[in-house]
């Protein structure tokens, strides 16, 4: 009997333990076989010349199929038949897809982002969930990076069935400011300021329009007046930020007032009963 025993021990050593310890050894090789691959090609030069959204999430796809493949292949290795792990498969393909319904979408998410391209690593964009700059687009989210410095992780399946304002696909934008003066002002006197402020910027463009000042409103306080005019995309907060530091400091200078808030209010004396 313990010979028999012995003999079914040996007989597992070596067959299926063998066969146990190569596939283990597979999937470490394997395993630092794909790691080193997906080194190589971000390293490549055909592989640096694609968009930086398109090689994130190329890297990552092509990481998750080839960890797969070597599962597979170290399964088939101790013994288990490849029908049998195909219908496996397929048997809980159903049943992944139905659970994974939210990941598959944020698949589908991910390769539309890829090629429609309605942002890339790099533009700022606002979103209903969140704004910031594209830093990563993988394959199940997009990774942006707030101005003060927050990550915020959207699913790809939700960027592509929502509203997306990205604000770095143009090269230039237009500064829309509103700017309120008292009822007194002079009109004229409020554009030719208005306009010097902005005309003399270094940052601001004559093109696709000149700079623009109109009376747009008679407010409930103040007179509303637009001011409009172009930058390039890369200076745009800093332009606004100095013309309305300037617009402030000139209209001060030339006795423009800048109303506050203002409210009548009426006494009513009752007489005494």
């Known amino acids: 009997m313990a010979q028999e025993i012995l003999d079914k021990i040996k007989e597992f050593a070596t067959t299926t333990g063998l066969n146990l310890v190569l596939a283990l050894l597979l999937v470490i090789i394997g395993y630092r ?10 390293r490549s030069p055909a592989f640096s010349r694609m968009d930086p959204g398109a090689q994130s999430f190329l890297r990552s796809f092509l990481k998750i199929v ?6 597979l292949t170290a399964a088939s290795m101790i013994g288990v038949p490849m029908t049998s792990i195909l219908a496996l498969l397929g048997s809980a393909g159903l049943a992944i897809g139905l659970a994974l319904q939210g990941a598959l979408g944020n698949l589908a998410g991910g390769l539309i982002i890829l090629i429609f391209k309605p942002f890339r690593v790099g533009d700022y964009v606002d979103t209903k969930d969140g704004s910031g700059t594209v830093r990563e687009i993988n394959v199940f989210y997009t990774i942006l990076v707030t101005p003060d ?13 929502a509203a997306i304002t990205n604000f770095s696909s ?3 934008r237009r500064l829309n400011l509103e700017i309120s003066v008292g009822y ?8 030719q300021v208005l306009l010097e402020q902005v005309q003399k910027h270094p940052s601001v463009l004559s093109e696709p329009e000149l700079p623009f000042c109109r009376l747009v409103k008679h407010g409930d306080n103040a007179l509303v007046f637009a001011l409009r005019a172009w930058c390039l995309t890369e200076n745009y907060w800093a332009t606004r930020f100095d013309i309305l530091e ?4 000139a209209m001060d ?8 808030p203002q409210r009548t209010i009426h006494l009513l004396q009752s007489k005494d009963i």
């Open 66 to 71: 080839l960890i797969i493949i070597l599962i």
């Open 184 to 191: 007194t002002s002079d009109i004229e006197l409020v554009k």
């Open 33 to 42: 076989l794909i790691q080193f691959l997906s080194k190589r090609m971000s």
């Open 170 to 172: 143009e090269n230039t």
């Open 253 to 260: 200078q030339q006795g423009i007032e800048i109303p506050y």
């Open 149 to 161: 410095n927050q990550i915020i992780t959207l699913p790809n399946g939700n960027l592509t069935n």
């Open 246 to 249: 300037n617009v402030k400091i």
